[in-house]
């Protein structure tokens, strides 16, 4: 029932810019917090970022704060993740998902976008 589906990804250059675009169906989109997740080849899915559907507040990983801001669109059940001065380190695939993913009604993950930072 729950959709998620990631675009935006591709290559770019260090210190360049990317917005990525996740949209969201199957459930009670306002009613839930959203996240951004990344996994890089031969690691763990790591969390990046999140937003609250209460007030709006943000969360990020040490690693991409003052470069990342996360943001949402409740009328279009879309998250947003923009992305300055990237790092090679940024490379990964880029997934949205709820924080509190491996419970009702969330459970998988979509495809991801993939992104990757290179000169």
């Known amino acids: 029932q729950v959709q998620l589906v990631e675009s935006g990804g591709g290559l770019v250059q260090p210190g360049g810019s990317l917005r990525l675009s996740c949209a969201a169906s199957?459930?009670?989109?306002?009613?839930?917090?959203m996240s951004w997740y990344r996994q890089a080849p031969g690691k763990e899915r790591e969390l990046v970022a999140t937003?609250?559907?209460?007030?709006?507040?943000?969360n990020y990983a040490d690693s991409v704060k003052g470069r990342f801001t996360i943001s949402r669109d409740n009328r279009k059940n879309m998250v947003y993740l923009q992305m300055n001065s990237l790092k090679p380190e940024d490379t990964a695939v880029y997934y949205c998902?709820?924080?509190?993913?491996?419970?009702?009604?969330?459970?998988?993950w979509g495809q991801g976008t993939q992104v990757t930072v290179s000169s």
């Open positions: 199957g459930f009670a989109f306002s009613s839930y917090a």
């Open positions: 937003i609250t559907s209460a007030h709006g507040v943000t």
């Open positions: 998902n709820a924080p509190y993913y491996d419970a009702p009604p969330f459970g998988s």
